[in-house]
C-alpha cells in the first residue's frame, strides 16, 4: 500500500512563503499524475496543482502565478512552492493521485496565513 507523508506546512504571515513535500513510499511518478489538494474548514477538498507523468503542469486560478508544483524522481517527492501566501490559502495541504484511483490520504499538513 503507497504512503503518502507531506511536511512543511506551519504559520505565516501573507505575503510570506512555505515549501511543501509529499514523499511517497513507492516511486508512482511514471505511472500515475499526482496533485495537491487542500481543504479549509467547513468546505470541500479541492485540487490545487497538479502534475502529469510527462511533467506538464496545471493550478486552478486562485493560486496560478504563486504556486509551484513539481517532483523529484530519485527522492519520490512531490514539492508545492507557495509564494504570496493569502489568509484564504489556509488549509490543509494533501497530495495524492490526480484523474486515477486514489490511494489513502496521508495526514496533511498545515498552512495557516496569519498577521
Known amino acids: 500500500q503507497v504512503q503518502l507523508v507531506e511536511s512543511g506546512g506551519g504559520l505565516v504571515q501573507p505575503g510570506g512563503s512555505l515549501r511543501l513535500s509529499c514523499v511517497v513510499s513507492?516511486?508512482?511518478?511514471?505511472?500515475?499524475?499526482m496533485g495537491w489538494y487542500r481543504q479549509a474548514p467547513g468546505k470541500e477538498r479541492e485540487v490545487v496543482a497538479t502534475?502529469?507523468?510527462?511533467?506538464?503542469?496545471a493550478y486552478i486560478g486562485s493560486v496560478e502565478g504563486r504556486f509551484t508544483i513539481s517532483r523529484d524522481n530519485a527522492k519520490k517527492t512531490l514539492y508545492l512552492q507557495m509564494n504570496s501566501l493569502k489568509s484564504e490559502d489556509t488549509a490543509v495541504y494533501y497530495c495524492n493521485v490526480v484523474g486515477g484511483t486514489r490511494h489513502p490520504w496521508g495526514q496533511g499538513t498545515q498552512v495557516t496565513v496569519s498577521s
Open positions: 502534475m502529469t507523468i510527462l511533467g506538464a503542469t
Open positions: 513507492e516511486n508512482i511518478f511514471s505511472v500515475n499524475a
